[in-house]
């Protein structure tokens, strides 16, 4: 439980008093108490407000939102406000201010723009952050810490090229080592003191010129941007030992660490901003992967919007039924809060027209404060009952944000070569079959799970090949994918043939890879039916020419020069099976390979459910909550497992067969 002085999922957002006339706030409040409201989120961007000078701080003003809010009932997530630093600091100190990947000085504006290696921006964040814990760090209504707001910033700068050179000598201590794994003899890039090592910019080349430095600069920036995290959750965590300390996270993506920065928060909190046609497996990878950061634990679903975006090229409404859907997969999939940004409309700047619980209209007669009031008083209804439940999956995809960015940098040997689409190409197999997953890195532990999936596992950091063989020989099903096993953790080739030091687990060796034109494409052609495979399949993209090396071909090509080479094969290790996908298939073959599969390890779902119809479940003490998502804009039957099944928000009671409205919500219990 994150916190329990409120034993229930926690359900407001981001409020932005500081915007508004004080005589405002107490219609706030009557409308927070109407629609449920139990916690907001203050104050995320005021930084200018609590110290409008280098030696000035006023907390009055906050001192009073907090006193209303408290007074109402309602909780606090007190955010340190340290995400857009006040225009005096930018004047005075412009060394905060960051360059660009292009060389370009920024000047003050935005939020998020700041140096993250500026000794004056570390200090004040770090001074304001001490001043909040000491003021509210007893206040009753306290439930959690939230630092800086969607962290971000890369710079350029002189303090950051200076900052990188002694990352760089703690990490490899000499130059001769630094030389040796970022290859620089090539192009006669060899460095003979630290200060010859540039931060690697649009100034010097691009970054897929040398990998080496560019992956250690992203490392190094995400280090860096961490320590800012971390200079102030030291300081609050000193003051207040027992409040859990957070930041959200504005997606997945690439720019952090994120599994590295999991292990400083206390709880992981992220931002879900889906596009209206997004597939909604893209948006449950997503959870499944912040799930994953800490092992599972429960996370913070910290921003959604109400209603509409204001920054996607198309704002789409989303459509009745859909805020309340898509806020329970969030929970379904590990999520023990459901807030929002924002909970009152902006009357001006970028976000004014970003959906929020109380329109411009100012009043509860809406469409959708009326929506969130229904999903106020469903979530009071089920308490704690899901609190800290957490979901068992056999199944894991292997995800790291340090092979995403290396396949993102490296030169060659496809420009439409996506890591991301890739994983959710995978990943949508298994969400279609609705057999749960968890969302690892390669530093997880694999012994738990029965099937690891790792499409494009480009990038092999140490030890995660032994422990990939060790899961195999003890019985584990492990399958991969075309252009894996190619690199170590500094993109050196390693050598001896691909997949490197998957060879022996995989028993092939591939010997080309061939990159096809946007046009082209090639057949993978089943030898005899597999499970649910059989006959002809589209392929393209990349199509690896290999040999076999103990292991078996189920499919081979069906056209070109390497027509009856190998497309996909199995291999048995020990007592398990390793599977090779040496192309890109069509999404129907994944489908069916992911079936067949799941089939042989008995991994099927105990419920029928149509396409669009998503089943997940969590797991608490002895019991089981089944949630059932239709997707649908239409009405679904889903057929039950034998037994009988109460819903927790209906109250019915079910057998055999299930129909759900339109974007309906079931969330399922054996009824004893």
């Not at 000078?53 to 009073?64: A, C, P, Q, R, V």
């Not at 910033?153 to 990352?167: L, V």
């Not at 999956?393 to 040997?413: C, H, Q, R, Y």
């Amino acid at each position: 439980m994150i916190n329990d002085k409120l034993p229930s999922i926690y359900y407001g957002g981001d409020y932005n008093p500081d915007q508004w006339p004080e005589e405002v706030w107490q219609e706030d409040m009557r409308m927070f108490k109407l629609a449920g409201i139990n916690i907001v989120t203050l104050p995320v961007f005021s930084w200018a407000k609590l110290q409008p000078s280098e030696d000035t701080y006023d907390f009055e003003w906050l001192d009073k939102i907090i006193a209303t809010v408290a007074k109402e009932g309602i909780f606090l997530c007190l955010a340190t406000s340290t995400a857009a630093q006040p225009a005096w600091m930018s004047r005075l100190y412009p060394e905060v201010l960051p360059v660009d990947i292009d060389g370009r000085k920024r000047t003050h504006g935005s939020r998020v723009n700041f140096c993250p290696n500026s000794r004056v921006y570390r200090m004040f964040s770090q001074r304001l952050a001490t001043k909040m814990a000491e003021r509210y760090g007893q206040h009753p209504s306290l439930l959690v810490w939230h630092i800086g707001n969607e962290y971000a910033p890369h710079c350029y700068c002189n303090t950051c090229a200076s900052s990188f050179r002694t990352w760089l000598q703690k990490k490899y201590g000499t130059l001769e080592v630094v030389n040796r794994v970022w290859n620089m003899s090539f192009w006669s890039h060899t460095v003979y003191e630290w200060e010859d090592i540039v931060p690697p910019t649009n100034l010097n080349g691009n970054n897929r010129c040398f990998q080496g430095i560019a992956l250690d600069y992203k490392r190094f920036m995400s280090d860096a941007i961490l320590a800012c995290y971390q200079g102030e959750y030291d300081i609050i965590k000193r003051i207040t030992p027992d409040i859990k300390i957070t930041s959200n996270i504005w997606g997945l993506f690439n720019g952090l660490d994120l599994k590295k920065w999991a292990d400083h928060m206390d709880v992981v909190s992220w931002d879900s901003y889906p596009q209206m046609n997004e597939p909604m497996s893209n948006v449950a990878m997503r959870h499944d992967y912040m799930r994953g950061l800490k092992d599972g634990q429960p996370f913070m679903l910290m921003e959604q919007t109400p209603s509409q975006q204001n920054w996607q090229p198309y704002n789409s409404l989303k459509r009745p039924g859909v805020m309340r859907l898509w806020s329970y997969q969030a929970i379904a999939h590990g999520a023990d809060t459901v807030m929002f940004f924002q909970l009152r409309r902006s009357v001006g700047a970028c976000e004014k027209y970003h959906g929020a619980l109380i329109a411009h209209a100012g009043h509860e007669h809406t469409r959708v404060f009326q929506e969130c009031t229904q999903l106020g008083k469903e979530l009071q209804m089920l308490g704690d009952t899901l609190l800290d439940s957490v979901t068992e999956s056999k199944v894991a995809l292997l995800f790291d944000i340090d092979t995403w960015n290396a396949v993102e940098m490296t030169s060659g040997p496809s420009v439409d070569l996506d890591y991301l689409k890739q994983a959710q190409k995978y990943y949508r197999a298994f969400y279609d079959l609705n057999v749960s997953m968890d969302v690892i890195s390669p530093l997880s532990d694999f012994s738990k799970y029965e099937l690891i999936i790792a499409p494009v596992m480009y990038m092999l950091k140490p030890g995660v090949s032994d422990r990939l063989k060790s899961f195999v020989k003890q019985g584990g099903t492990f399958v991969t994918s075309f252009f894996s096993g190619i690199v170590n953790e500094n993109d050196l080739v390693t050598l001896g043939g691909y997949p490197g030091e998957l060879r022996d687990l995989l028993g092939i060796w591939v010997e080309e890879m061939d990159a096809l034109q946007p046009e082209m494409t090639n057949r993978i052609m089943m030898n005899s039916t597999f499970g649910e495979l059989h006959g002809e399949y589209e392929c393209g993209l990349l199509c690896d020419l290999l040999h076999l090396e103990g292991a078996e071909a189920l499919g081979v090509y069906g056209r070109d020069f390497y027509a009856g080479m190998p497309a996909i094969t199995r291999n048995t290790f020990g007592q398990g099976e390793a599977y090779y996908v040496a192309t890109d298939p069509e999404q129907r073959f994944l489908e069916q390979l992911s079936k067949t599969i799941c089939e042989r390890l008995n991994l099927t779902t105990a419920h029928q459910a149509p396409e669009g119809v998503e089943i997940r479940s969590r797991q608490k003490d002895d019991k089981t909550y089944t949630f059932v998502l239709n997707h649908n804009a239409y009405e679904t039957a889903i057929l039950l497992n034998v037994g009988s099944y109460k819903d927790l928000l209906s109250h019915r009671v079910y057998e055999r067969t299930l129909v759900l409205e339109p974007h309906g919500v079931a969330i399922l219990e054996i009824n004893s």
